[in-house]
């Protein structure tokens, strides 16, 4: 091979991997734009202020993920222990709500202290509207393996929702917690956190800051999900309707052409899901045209994905909020004959083959599922 062939294939190679990290970039970017546009509306800020027995006052701030409209899950050391104050004060902030007090954190906290797990249940009629729910589910430690990209949501320092993302890097913390390098500060702990696919994988807990007196970057951890299911208070989720609907759901599995329920989903749950007067389920979709068939010409395909409505309700409404697009057209969502199915349509174009820019797809189908009459 004589040296401009080689120069030839090197430049080839280079132009390849550029690609290759280009579209793995922008696959993240779609990744983060999602999780946050999905899963903030749920992310709650959680305050506690407390009066001692001498008079002095105590705050403290947590994050947490909200399950219906009356649960929320969060860290044990979030919330103080109320026997330890004179008076203990607890508010839940959500998004444009008004700020939700909790009449008796005595009875309202069900705590776990020894993996420092709390699920919080909040007053019957705070929070109106229809259930933003399922929260899709990964219980299975099998399917996130050891640098799985994560990213968690949560409040540092008591500052505005933040979205920080990172690898899972072992499995080995006590207490059976996984070790990130996703950036928590205090105020972090009880936020959750999602795989790139918006799976729900855990809880922010805590991190290392001083090892020997070095200071530490990196070094956090994660509660994970399977934790929380065989704890006790696991139960006050089980118990309330509203809250068990809410785990477990059908994704859109990124590049695929249609949805498709992951093994590792909590499958038990939907044969038992009780009756809802609303429901709203959250799709992600992500779909890019790399290929590029013709020379010198762009070249467009049509893409259609249907979704199935939950067994007993039927689809009143469908959506679709784009958070990333290029070269994308037609998008339409339409609620199929029969009311139990929709299907999101659309048109990507990707260019000649001697300029191969892409076209792409990325947002959240919403569906509105009402019962049957």
């Known amino acids: 091979m004589g040296s401009r062939s080689r120069i030839r294939a090197a430049v080839r190679s280079i132009v390849c991997i550029v690609a290759l990290l280009a579209a793995t970039q922008a696959r993240a970017d779609r990744a983060a734009v999602h999780i946050y546009a999905t899963h903030s509306p749920a992310t709650v800020f959680i305050q506690s202020v407390g009066t001692m027995f001498n008079g002095t006052t105590e705050t403290a701030t947590g994050s947490g993920l909200l399950i219906g409209s009356r649960t929320v899950i969060t860290n044990d050391h979030v919330v103080p222990d109320p026997n330890n104050y004179r008076t203990l004060e607890v508010t839940i902030s959500l998004g444009a709500h008004p ?21 919080l249940r909040l007053p019957e009629g705070e929070l109106t509207g229809p259930v933003d729910c399922p929260v899709p589910i990964m219980d299975k430690p099998d399917a996130v393996p050891i640098g799985t990209t994560i ?28 070790q990130m390098n996703v950036l928590i500060n205090p105020g972090s702990s009880g936020g959750p956190i999602f795989t790139d696919d918006g799976l729900l994988v855990g809880f922010a807990v805590a991190g290392i800051v001083k090892f020997n007196g070095i200071d530490v970057d990196g070094v956090n951890f994660l509660i994970p999900l399977p934790t929380l299911l065989k704890s006790d208070i696991f139960k006050q989720i089980e118990e309330d309707r ?6 477990g759901a059908p994704v859109l599995v990124a590049g695929t052409t249609g949805p498709e329920e992951s093994a590792a989903f909590n499958g038990d ?9 609303r429901l709203l389920r959250n799709f992600a979709v992500s779909e890019t045209k790399d290929d590029h068939p ?10 259609e994905k249907t979704f199935q409505a ?15 697009a290029n070269h994308a057209s037609d998008i339409i969502c339409n609620i199929l004959p029969g009311s139990h199915a929709a299907q999101l349509s659309f048109r990507l174009t990707s260019g000649p083959s001697i300029d191969r820019w892409r076209g792409w797809l990325a947002g959240t189908v919403v569906l509105t599922e009402e019962p049957a009459q």
């Open 99 to 119: 700020p939700i007090h909790l009449a008796a954190p005595a009875t309202d906290i069900f705590r776990d202290q020894a993996n420092d797990l709390a699920i």
């Open 151 to 178: 990213f968690a949501l949560g409040y540092p320092v008591g500052q505005a929702l933040s979205l920080t993302d990172g690898l899972i890097s072992n499995k080995s913390g006590a207490k059976g917690r996984w």
């Open 242 to 247: 509203q809250s068990t609907a809410c785990w």
């Open 269 to 277: 749950a939907a044969p038992n899901q009780p009756e809802v007067e």
């Open 294 to 303: 013709v020379v010198l010409d762009s070249h467009s395909r049509n893409y």
């Open 310 to 324: 939950e067994e007993g309700l039927i689809i009143t409404k469908c959506s679709f909020t784009e958070l990333s």
